[in-house]
T-cell receptor, first 112, second 114 residues
Framework: GNSVTQMEGPVTLSEEAFLTINCTYT??????LFWYVQYPGEGLQLLLK?????DKGSNKGFEATYRKETTSFHLEKGSVQVSDSAVYFC???????????FGTGTRLLVSP | DGGITQSPKYLFRKEGQNVTLSCEQN?????MYWYRQDPGQGLRLIYY???????QKGDIAEGYSVSREKKESFPLTVTSAQKNPTAFYLC?????????????FGPGTRLTVL
């Protein structure tokens, strides 16, 4: 079936460090891929998305490239800030299906 | 501003009581969803609706009920049959068009059973 696998957290970094959160997926057809961010006590916010192979989504310094050959959508940021501390969810949605499939989330903790 | 509102933000319930969580959207979206999130875990789908007066069970529908009488509204009732209802509940919506459409989330309701 369709599924998303994320690296387990927490990921602990110092401010200005480079961030990578791994996400791989299993899906039939050509899904769209999403990264959502959840700050403490809040709902999920869309961070970025990519809808076809080799697309790069980007927002607020975060980037992720849709790699069909490796079925991956890793999230990266060149220099993290304390304010980036949150839980990050990778998700996919595929053709003709209205539901999103989420990974389990990865908590990022950034210290000053 | 367009968006999704959920109320209340915090809800306390005694065991054996039914409670209803509100979800309203003004995004003119056709599809709406309810998710449950437990501490340190991902999201699990409870119910979803793609059109007014129609809805489908998600992965963990037991002990929950929904209605979709208006396009803008998708209330969730947590019944006394739900064995462990304490959780964070998230409502979401999307246009029903294609796989590229984004799903938008409300701010959530935290339900605690006393």
């Amino acid at each position: 079936g369709n599924s998303v696998t994320q690296m387990e957290g927490p990921v602990t970094l110092s401010e200005e460090a480079f961030l990578t959160i791994n996400c791989t997926y299993t899906a039939t057809g050509y899904p769209s891929l999403f990264w959502y961010v959840q700050y403490p006590g809040e709902g999920l916010q869309l961070l970025l998305k990519a809808t076809k192979a080799d697309d790069k989504g980007s927002n607020k310094g975060f980037e992720a490239t849709y790699r069909k050959e490796t079925t991956s959508f890793h999230l990266e940021k060149g220099s993290v800030q304390v304010s980036d501390s949150a839980v990050y969810f990778c998700a996919l949605r595929w053709t003709g299906f209205q539901k999103l499939v989420f990974g389990t989330g990865t908590r990022l903790l950034v210290s000053p | 501003d367009g968006g999704i509102t959920q109320s209340p933000k915090y809800l306390f319930r005694k065991e054996g009581q039914n409670v209803t969580l509100s979800c309203e959207q003004n995004l003119n979206h056709d599809a709406m969803y309810w998710y449950r999130q437990d501490p340190g875990q991902g999201l699990r789908l409870i119910y979803y609706s793609q059109i007014v007066n129609d809805f489908q069970k998600g992965d963990i529908a037991e002990g929950y009920s929904v209605s979709r009488e208006k396009k803008e509204s998708f209330p969730l009732t947590v019944t006394s049959a739900q064995k462990n209802p304490t959780a964070f509940y998230l409502c979401a919506s999307t246009s029903a068009g294609s796989r590229t459409d984004t799903q938008y989330f409300g701010p959530g309701t935290r339900l605690t059973v006393l």
